[in-house]
T-cell receptor
């Protein structure tokens, strides 16, 4: 069974704090993704990575950065948290570059971040 | 216009009912299509892929109409356990684009 683990399920942070959200997958997947999910807006892609040390901006990268130093780990960083970053953050991974293996993505359980 | 649009619902149906969800997408170059299911405060999980010829998995049937840029999901004989949010997902340019989801509540 594929396992995508997000280290923190519930966090409360203050405005201006630096926030790290960690994600680890145990299936040697090449691709990893960070989404945020907000009511009425669905899931929106923040950043993704197809390989170690590689990153690509998604649809809403502003205010975020990522790090992928090892294949299994993809970190999302909020350099200076703001209240509009209060959301549920979902990490995901998938295997392969094309076709069904790429398309089938597995999500972590989510990290609920509140910025006050 | 949103890239992937769904009726947010909620759809409230009795057990045993047949319910249909619709989804439209804006990019005619979209390559692949899926339905994901998401339970309350849980992560999304793949329900089924959607093929041009239509496909069925037990009580679930998915259809794709490329000309109309329209995807559907039909659930027959609804169960209480089908209560969830159903996400329409489209792949384009190597990225998965999610609809906002349609909430289904199946009542006894």
């Amino acid at each position: 069974d594929v396992k995508v683990t997000q280290s923190s399920r519930y966090l409360v942070k203050r405005t201006g704090e630096k926030v790290f959200l960690e994600c680890v997958q145990d299936m040697d997947h090449e691709n990893m993704f960070w989404y945020r999910q907000d009511p009425g807006l669905g899931l929106r892609l923040i950043y993704f990575s197809y390989d170690v040390k590689m990153k690509e901006k998604g649809d809403i990268p502003e205010g975020y950065s990522v790090s992928r130093e090892k294949k299994e780990r993809f970190s999302l960083i909020l350099e200076s948290a703001s209240t509009n970053q209060t959301s549920m953050y979902l990490c995901a991974s998938s295997l392969g570059r094309t076709g069904a293996l790429f398309n089938t993505i597995y999500f972590g359980e989510g990290s609920w971040l509140t910025v006050v | 216009r949103k890239e992937v649009e769904q009726d947010p619902g909620p759809f409230n149906v009795p057990e045993g009912a047949t319910v249909a969800f619709n989804c439209t997408y804006s990019n005619s170059a979209s390559q692949s299509f899926f339905w994901y299911r998401q339970d309350c405060r849980k992560e999304p999980k793949l329900l089924m892929s959607v093929y041009s010829s239509g496909n069925e998995d037990g009580r679930f049937t998915a259809q794709l109409n490329r000309a109309s840029q329209y995807i559907s999901l039909l659930i027959r004989d609804s169960k209480l356990s089908d209560s969830a949010t159903y996400l329409c997902v489209v792949m384009e340019g190597g990225k998965l684009i999610f609809g906002q989801g349609t909430e289904l509540s199946v009542k006894p």
